[in-house]
């Protein structure tokens, strides 16, 4: 996932991960003869069961990026190799 925030990071529906704007990727438990919310066996070999945070692929928030700011790294950058 891109970004993960709103609606993913709040204590509504099924889905609750700790918001991460940088990202992050996920591995997902399958299993068969999982039921639905209504009782009902869901039809599939492959239903996500549980989803884990891959630690070492974790994004990390950084401060959005400006005009600014980029021309400044270029700028450092370029002193730096003169």
Not at 23 to 51: P, Q
Not at 61 to 73: E, L, M, N, Q
Request: net charge positive; proline share 4%.
């Amino acid at each position: 996932m891109s970004r993960v925030e709103d609606g993913m990071a709040d204590t509504e529906g099924d889905i609750q991960v700790a918001e991460n704007k940088g990202g992050a990727v996920y591995r997902l438990d399958t299993a068969g003869g999982v039921k639905d919310a209504g009782g009902n066996v869901i039809n599939s070999n492959y239903v996500a069961t549980r989803m884990t945070a891959i630690p070492a692929l974790l994004g990390k928030s950084t401060p959005k990026a400006t005009p600014t700011a980029i021309g400044a790294r270029r700028t450092a950058s370029a002193a730096a190799t003169t």
